[in-house]
């Protein structure tokens, strides 16, 4: 379990977390991704933050909260703000990270860094982690991820470096510990001394990081770090998709972010040659090839996808006409297919009339569609301009041009494949209805693949019940030409449903 806690409430013992999510067929591994905090300082006033950041985050006028945890290569300047702590720990990692400890500081190490005197007014009743037995024992792989030892300052963008290093061994998972270099940044000469109590404690050159998970930036000397040879190509794409990740929550006086052709140079001669059967240590995440093929070589963006290609809704709970949507679905078996199944056939018994009587239905759009399509196709760092007098959207009426940029912010989200869609489906009800062939959709496709075939919403709706009741027919009786005749009769009667075996019963 876990608590939040303030990055100012945070005591030695606490365990903190220092990396993100691990994409793996592997189970979680118990206390996975924190480390236990052995030193603790308030940088009050700290002079070494670039001003910048302090009119971003106000907080950091007054205190910043460095920590150095079990484990990991550097000390840690937190992000303001609550952090989450572990309360449940495995009784001999708590006595092992105890008696070995990774840093013994004994005085600040930060220009202007203090020792705290006092326990901080918002810990509340947060104790100490009390020592709980893992529920599941893990279970050690083979082999683990090849890495080697590189200085910091050759890190790159993208690096997976061991952050952490979990007792006990025995439970570590292939690439347990491992984690994206999500930003970098150098320190020398001045900008060692205005940040360092002792400046020769970074033998040279500080390096900046953050990484994936990690509240805050990591502070690096100059020493030999280690990096995944090869990551699991399944996690990196994953990891570079996350929209959490980004660059620091503040930046320091004097520091450069180097070039990343030169940190490849400095990397190339650190870096050996992968085991020939290094990608075979990861059984893949997904059940179908094809997932895996969107997965590796798909794009994310916003573009425009036939109406007919996306899935019809599983709950349109604000609509007016939900109630009658809702007993139409008590025809079918029940499952969440037939419920979009019974939105396509509500959909295509709705007259104009009624469609007009709904909010949603009040707008253009069409023009609304196109707008967002126009947006989405400018580069808004290259054409920042363009961008601007695109957003602005000035041909739209008022309340049209609401909805529309509501849509650039907000997007439909669907991926190529999925059953279903988020944050849209009265959007996409809306745009059928007025008969958007070309919907602006959020997600991960696979540039080139043909698209489908343009149908009419209403054709559309026809076909999905009518290819439903053909199918649920040849599931009980086996292929032959009676589903394929029944099965229309059914989508056009709804009566008859009752005469056919219910195997399931329906969810309230």
Same mark, same amino acid.
């Given at each position: 379990? *876990? !608590? ?54 106000? +907080? ?21 703000? #609550?952090?989450?702590?572990? @309360? ?20 600040? /190490? ?60 025995? #439970? ?32 040279? *050159?500080?390096?900046?990081? *953050? ?39 503040? @930046? ?12 490849? &140079? ?9 085991? +020939? #059967? ?18 590796? #070589? ?8 036939? &109406? ?9 709970? !604000? ?11 008590? @025809? ?8 979009? @199944? ?46 601007? +007098? ?5 041909? /739209? ?93 059914? &989508? ?13 019963? !329906?969810?309230?």
């Amino acid at each position: 379990m *876990t !608590r939040p806690c303030l990055d100012r409430a945070l005591l030695v013992g606490d365990y903190l977390p220092v990396a993100g999510y691990r994409v793996t067929t592997e189970p979680r591994r118990p206390g996975e991704g924190y480390a236990r905090i052995e030193w603790v300082e308030h940088i009050h006033n700290p002079s070494f933050v670039d001003p910048d950041s302090m009119d971003v985050i106000p +907080e950091l006028t007054d205190a910043l909260v460095a920590v150095c945890c079990q484990g990991l290569p550097g000390p840690v300047l937190l992000r303001s703000g #609550d952090h989450r702590v572990l @309360t449940e720990v495995a009784p001999e990692r708590l006595v092992w990270d105890a008696e070995h400890p990774t840093w013994s500081m004994g005085k600040p /190490l930060f220009v202007g860094g203090q020792v705290p005197r006092k326990v901080h007014w918002s810990r509340g009743d947060l104790a100490a982690p009390v020592g709980v037995s893992p529920k599941t024992a893990s279970v050690p792989p083979t082999r683990r991820a090849a890495s080697f030892a590189k200085p910091a300052s050759a890190l790159c963008i993208g690096d997976y470096l061991r952050i952490h290093v979990q007792f006990p061994k025995r #439970d570590r998972g292939i690439d347990e510990g491992y984690h994206r270099v999500e930003w970098l940044a150098h320190l020398t000469g001045e900008g060692i001394a205005g940040l360092l109590v002792d400046p020769t404690w970074a033998n040279g *050159t500080v390096t900046l990081v *953050t990484v994936q998970g990690l509240g805050g930036m990591l502070v690096l000397p100059e020493a030999d770090v280690h990096v995944q040879v090869q990551p699991n190509v399944e996690r990196t794409v994953w990891d570079k998709e996350d929209t959490r990740r980004g660059g620091p929550p503040f @930046t320091l006086t004097g520091a450069v972010e180097p070039d990343p052709d030169v940190q490849r &140079a400095k990397d190339a001669d650190h870096r050996p040659a992968a085991p +020939e #059967d290094e990608a075979d240590l990861y059984p893949t995440v997904f059940s179908t090839p094809e997932a895996r093929t969107l997965h590796l #070589d798909g794009v994310t963006a916003v573009r425009a996808v036939p &109406a007919s290609a996306l899935p019809w809704p599983h709950s349109l709970f !604000r609509c007016e006409y939900a109630g009658r949507g809702k007993r139409i679905a008590r @025809t079918y078996p029940g499952g969440d297919r037939e419920d979009q @199944t019974a939105h396509a056939e509500l959909f295509a018994e709705l007259t104009e009339e009624e469609f007009a009587a709904c909010p949603y239905h009040q707008g253009d759009w069409q023009a609304i569609a196109e707008a967002v399509l126009a947006c989405a196709e400018v580069d808004e760092d290259e054409e920042p301009d363009r961008a601007r +007098e695109l957003y602005a959207m000035s041909h /739209l009426s008022p309340q049209d041009r609401q909805w529309a940029q509501d849509m650039v912010r907000d997007n439909i989200c669907w991926d190529e494949g999925d059953s279903s869609l988020t944050n849209g489906q009265h959007r996409l009800c809306a745009m059928r209805a007025a008969g958007v062939v070309r919907v602006p959709v959020h997600g991960r496709f696979l540039p080139g693949a043909e698209m489908a075939v343009v149908t009419d919403a209403q054709e559309h709706a026809r076909q999905t019940v009518e290819t439903y009741w053909i199918e649920r027919l040849t599931e009980l009786w086996g292929p032959g030409p009676w589903p394929a005749r029944l099965g229309p009769v059914l &989508a056009g009667h709804r009566i008859l449903r009752w005469l056919l075996p219910r195997p399931e019963r !329906r969810r309230e």
